[in-house]
């Protein structure tokens, strides 16, 4: 069962001195609530969308462990969990109570990096949705609301609603692009590359959630290694630099230098 999965949360901003230092998307400051959560299936086109904090709706316990119940059977299921920038949406579902396991994770905007070759922009679904002619994500709706400061708890039901849905289609059209182009030969050996750094994402969510224990004395002796082998590098590379440069003064921080060593030709016009 392959999954996209998308969540919208509220989100603060944080003033300093009357005005705007940074926005707050994350759970764990606790101002705030997680608002939706949409899954679809892939393989059958089946969507769930449920509510679990909007101003139009009331607070019903029981509904909401119902909607809990049917996502985590869906969560249960799945063998591959798709999403953009998908480590913000499976933060909020591991703060929000919902079990993650470790699976396969594919992260569209992971994919779209790489096969740029580290390029970083544009890696906003609405960019890369308008680049590659897909269905488009409806930021139309929301705009006008959220340039007001007007987060998806407070917009209209059927507008956060279309929104959230609207996602879901535009990451899935995206993953078949890329999947699709990723069977084309320039592109065929950075499958390995975006699987690793999906698994490492994962690891990464944890982490964030976590925070990490740092064992200072391990870390000293990996720096101490690190130091020693940094030197006899530099040592061997130069070694190799002198058997070719001979008596000619070189230095292997300076690219002009490195461009001659390596090419036996020195630019004389850099901007030619």
């Not at 969560?75 to 998908?86: E, Y």
């Not at 994500?137 to 507008?159: H, N, R, S, W």
């Not at 929104?163 to 995206?174: K, Q, S, V």
């Amino acid at each position: 069962m392959r999954l996209v999965l998308d969540v919208e949360n509220e989100f603060k901003t944080i003033e300093r001195e009357g005005k705007v230092d940074k926005t707050d998307l994350l759970p764990f400051s606790g101002r705030n609530q997680l608002v939706s959560v949409g899954l679809k299936n892939i393989d059958t086109g089946e969507v769930l969308y449920h509510f679990f904090h909007h101003n139009e709706l009331p607070f019903d316990p029981q509904s909401l462990a119902a909607k809990r119940k049917e996502i985590q059977e869906w969560l249960d299921r799945a063998t591959l969990i798709i999403g953009h920038f998908v480590k913000h949406d499976i933060i909020w579902m591991r703060a929000a109570g919902f079990n993650i396991r470790q699976i396969s994770f594919w992260d569209t905007a992971i994919a779209e990096y790489v096969m740029h070759r580290g390029q970083t922009k544009p890696l906003s679904l609405e960019d890369l949705g308008a680049k590659w002619d897909l269905p488009r994500k409806k930021t139309d709706l929301t705009k006008e609301y959220l340039d007001k400061g007007i987060g998806f708890e407070a917009m209209p039901l059927a507008v956060t609603d279309e929104y959230g849905r609207g996602d879901l289609d535009t990451t899935e059209a995206l993953f078949h692009h890329q999947t699709k182009r990723l069977q084309d030969l320039e592109n065929i050996g950075l499958v390995p590359t975006i699987t690793m750094m999906n698994d490492f994402m994962f690891v990464l969510s944890k982490w964030q959630a976590n925070g990490i224990k740092i064992d200072k004395i391990e870390l000293e002796k990996v720096r101490a290694a690190y130091v020693l082998e940094q030197k006899a590098l530099i040592a061997a590379l130069n070694d190799i630099a002198r058997s070719v440069m001979g008596d000619t003064p070189f230095n292997l921080n300076s690219n002009d230098d490195k461009s001659v060593l390596i090419y036996s030709r020195r630019v004389i016009d850099k901007k030619k």
